[in-house]
């Protein structure tokens, strides 16, 4: 690994873990509850996340370019929730605009088993070959589009195993209440956990951070379930405890507690 990747993988995945905060809903959703405003929604949660996982136009538009904080660049796209088929990506982001915006990484969505399966592996490959040759990381996310039920261990192992031998450095993918340790076992890269559908307590986001952490995930790529909380920054604090400094599902809980009585004094 040359010294431009490992560098940014440090940048990234500070001790080999990672709090990733997604803000790229929009690319084929359009506007999000909470993210009508995302330079606005995520600037008080830059100091307890690692990077931010958002498109080109977002970081033009919405972050402040003075910002320390690394970037995740999507770059898979020409979508939508109104369309056919969400699989039906494209690469949407040039190496040259890459390195221009200085993304400290890229990120890509696959669909296995989806009539686009070949289509998405290729762009997968296709931009790998690009980022390699200047050290840029590529994040594979195994996006199951309206498939929901395709969450179990079996199709997710195969699906990170297959990102990974096409050069993925990260693979981001969805915990599984069964077997999820074999989805981290099976994948020879740093696998990251997605949040997946809204949670329905705040509680039940900390038990699953914490299974899969233990179960051998590097870290989490979560948005709806942090900047749609009634408290996001205390909500983000708890994470990175769990994350970072292996706090457990109750040492956690108390942080999130305790920050939200801090905010409500203010």
């Not at 995520?42 to 990077?51: E, R, Y």
């Not at 958002?54 to 970081?59: D, E, F, K, N, Q």
Request: hydrophobic share 40%.
């Amino acid at each position: 690994m040359n010294w431009g990747m490992k560098n940014r993988l440090n940048q990234l995945m500070p001790g080999g873990r990672c709090f990733f905060m997604p803000i790229d809903h929009g690319y084929f959703q359009g506007p999000t509850r909470s993210l009508e405003r995302p330079g606005e929604t995520v600037k008080p949660l830059l100091p307890h996340v690692d990077a931010i996982f958002c498109t080109r136009g977002v970081l033009r538009a919405a972050l402040d370019p003075l910002t320390a904080k690394p970037i995740v660049l999507r770059v898979s796209g020409c979508t939508s929730m109104v369309g056919e088929d969400l699989a039906n990506e494209e690469l949407t982001t040039s190496i040259t605009e890459i390195i221009r915006v200085n993304a400290a990484a890229v990120g890509i969505s696959v669909f296995i088993g989806s009539h686009y399966e070949r289509q998405s592996l290729q762009n997968l490959a296709t931009i790998v070959n690009q980022c390699e040759d200047y050290g840029i990381p590529v994040m594979a996310v195994t996006a199951v589009g309206r498939e929901l039920e395709k969450r179990e261990a079996r199709y997710l192992s195969l699906c990170c195993r297959i990102a990974a031998e096409l050069g993925a450095r990260v693979v981001k993918t969805y915990w599984c209440e069964e077997h999820f340790e074999k989805v981290v076992n099976g994948c020879p890269v740093p696998v990251i956990m997605a949040g997946g559908p809204k949670c329905e307590t705040e509680l039940e986001v900390l038990e699953f951070v914490h299974d899969g952490i233990s179960k051998g995930a590097a870290g989490i790529n979560l948005g709806r379930n942090v900047w749609q909380s009634p408290h996001p920054v205390a909500m983000a604090k708890a994470l990175r405890a769990v994350v970072h400094d292996q706090a457990t599902v109750a040492q956690a809980h108390e942080i999130l507690k305790s920050t939200k009585g801090k905010k409500q004094a203010a």
